[in-house]
């Protein structure tokens, strides 16, 4: 008796566990509701506007997305995409989302080099949450082969994010640097998340991103 007890005791808490489990995934049955963690691919952000360059070649808007989204990709990147040729002095990469309430989050960025090892640091690849500037002192990005073998570092802000209620920017910015052989270089990005620990975080990613990439 005390054994099936136990054993009752441990299914319904196991089931307990599982229930808030399902609600973190942000399904669109309840509203996207994300339970604070929001992770927005770099491949699904606003590109229209971005004029990149690579290694051997230049690539504006969306034609910066690498990666073919199947099986294999998926495996090395989140989503099997992620945005590179971004060695262009000046450029910005926005991403824009909703909080329901002023709070404070933690920002991830996941990073990626084709440069060799990278350390970036505020002067050279700029972080700005709502228009301003973070400081952070400096992310060790590891260097991959090739696009192909692009590994992911997380790079974490030592310091926490504001969020307004409402609407958000983070945007990545590449300054005058040297990362590209005394050029200006920059980061490949896979995503950022941004987590806080009581606001429901939202943001529409443009998904047919990287299909429209055949037409221009
Ligand atoms: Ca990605």
Redesign the pocket.
Known sequence: MKIKKLLGLILAGATLATLPAFAACGTPEDGGKNNGTLRM???YINLDDAQGAGISSNQAGVAMIHGDGDATDKEK??????VGYTYATGLELTFEFNSDIATTATLTLLLGSELGDLTLVPEKFGIRVNGEEQTYTSFSVYGSADMEAAEFDKCVLPSPINLVAGKNTVTLVIYENDYKSGATGGPMI??IEVKSANANLTWTPKTDNPSKRGEI
Do not use: T
């Open positions: 691919e770099a491949e990147w989140s989503e099997g995409y992620y896979d995503y």
